[in-house]
């Protein structure tokens, strides 16, 4: 399931130029369910040594500025982003400050919700066009002739794109699901020209890909897609995706 928040602004709203951590730790906060929101900070739906958190969300949209001199974004205006998640229970708790009136904080600011839209996200057949809402990535490590560990990025031009982000869908499912997927097809190509995004996550360069894309294959597997993202990272504000015509 994937909602729409809006927030109005009333007066400008400065954030570091990557703020996806700074948006991270908010909404995090905004659960309404201390025991919930220890569970996803902790440990999240594991799989061996892996652990899922299970939802997304987009990057703040709204009218901005860019202070590059400065390394930060003001917003005038209006804001809004979209949350998404495959568990229920994180919708609910976080809707749950809608009816408190309670304000999300991002950094300095205190927002008050205005509304929320709740996003339908219906497609026939066995595929769909999505946009990107945030960037994917998608990454493994590999070792170069000298031995040393480097964790390499891909890009939606490489063929082990798609297997990777099917694979990656797969061990979710496992997770929250804990069996596996009736139909393991699934399939992801660029059919717009993508725009890669080089993004610093708590020191950590990242390089993910914005764009639209066709998703097919298992339908259980693009409902996973489309609500708890695609890609790893999706927690951190990486892999938000939204069906489009």
């Given at each position: ?71 930060k974004i003001i917003f005038r205006d209006a804001i809004h ?18 009816i408190s009136n309670r304000p999300l904080v991002l950094g ?38 000298d031995g040393a560990k480097k964790r390499y990025y891909y ?91």
């Amino acid at each position: 399931m994937k909602y729409k928040l809006i927030f109005p602004v009333k007066e400008e709203i400065i954030l570091p130029i990557q703020y996806q951590h700074i948006l991270q730790s908010a909404l995090l906060a905004w659960i309404d369910d201390s025991t919930y929101q220890t569970f996803l900070h902790d440990t999240g739906f594991s799989l061996g040594k892996r652990s899922y958190k299970l939802y997304t969300f987009s990057k703040i949209y709204g009218k901005f500025e860019l202070d590059t001199r400065n390394k930060k974004i003001i917003f005038r205006d209006a804001i809004h982003l979209y949350l998404s998640s495959c568990d229920q229970r994180y919708l609910t708790y976080t809707i749950k400050n809608i009816i408190s009136n309670r304000p999300l904080v991002l950094g300095n600011y205190a927002l008050t919700l205005d509304r929320v839209e709740y996003i339908e996200e219906v497609y026939e057949g066995n595929s769909c066009n999505v946009r990107t809402l945030s960037p994917i990535a998608i990454s493994s490590t590999l070792t170069r002739a000298d031995g040393a560990k480097k964790r390499y990025y891909y890009n939606p031009k490489e063929r082990e794109y798609s297997n990777m982000l099917r694979d990656n869908l797969i061990r979710k499912y496992k997770a929250f699901y804990e069996k596996d997927p009736a139909d393991s097809e699934f399939h992801i190509e660029l059919i717009r020209k993508g725009k890669e995004s080089l993004v610093f996550y708590k020191k950590e360069a990242v390089r993910a890909w914005n764009g639209v894309f066709k998703i097919s294959g298992s339908k259980e597997l693009i409902e996973l897609a489309l609500n708890a993202g695609l890609g790893e990272r999706n927690s951190a504000g990486f892999g938000c995706v939204m069906k489009i015509e």
